[in-house]
């Protein structure tokens, strides 16, 4: 059981280049959400997705858009990469409620816009 | 969203036990306490939740007072490997909110 799984793990982009994360989870969970953590700070939302899809924006949703077209899989776009979006992103999943039932976390995709 | 308040680091050595206090003045009825563990270079993993009182799981202890304007996350003897960023969250619904976290640092 591999619970979630991101891809790429690593990533290095020119300023302007696009790209697209994969979310992948095995747990048949409802809920999926992007969140981005910059050095020595807590997560924040981007965008969440409380089913097949559907979509919806969170904390810090500009410059990304995202996409469910299968329960399964939850993908994060870039469409013109920026500096300020050099972070690490995790993708997180939950069956319901993810304050009662909390989530399952990736291991994370680190990405450096150079 | 209520906000939570902890400190920043804090240090143990191994073996002793480690509490780490959150506040959250403005907790709503409907919220619920929940800490979350993150080792570097990895997400963050749910440690344990609670509404009142005390729950306790094979990893920690939580304690809630009954104003439940404050809880705090007990680690009995900790070792070297829990070594990592302690998140307190506090709410109700799909989008947890996570603050800066309490860093812990177990020394030998």
């Known amino acids: 059981n591999a619970g979630v799984t991101q891809t790429p793990k690593f990533r290095v982009l020119k300023t302007g280049q696009s790209m697209t994360l994969l979310c992948a989870q095995d747990m048949n969970h409802e809920y999926m959400y992007w969140y981005r953590q910059d050095p020595g700070m807590g997560l924040r939302l981007i965008h969440y997705s409380v089913g097949e899809g559907t979509t919806a924006k969170g904390e810090v949703p500009d410059g990304y858009n995202v996409s469910r077209l299968k329960k399964q899989n939850f993908l994060l776009g870039l469409e013109s990469a920026a500096p300020s979006q050099t972070s690490v992103y995790f993708c997180?999943?939950?069956?319901?409620?993810?304050?009662?039932?909390?989530?399952?976390f990736g291991s994370g995709t680190r990405l450096t816009v150079v | 969203l209520a906000k939570t308040t902890q400190p920043i680091s804090m240090d143990s050595y191994e073996g002793q036990e480690v509490n780490i206090t959150c506040s959250h003045n403005n907790i709503a009825t409907n919220d619920y306490i929940t800490w979350y563990q993150q080792f570097p270079s990895q997400g963050p993993r749910f440690i344990i939740q609670g509404y009142k009182t005390k729950v306790t799981n094979e990893v920690a202890s939580l304690f809630i007072p009954a104003d439940r304007k404050s809880s705090t996350l007990s680690l009995p003897r900790v070792s070297l490997s829990d070594t990592a960023v302690y998140y307190c969250l506090v709410g109700a619904g799909n989008m947890l909110t996570f603050g800066g976290g309490t860093r812990l640092m177990v020394k030998p």
């Open positions: 997180a999943s939950s069956v319901g409620d993810s304050y009662y039932y909390g989530y399952t």
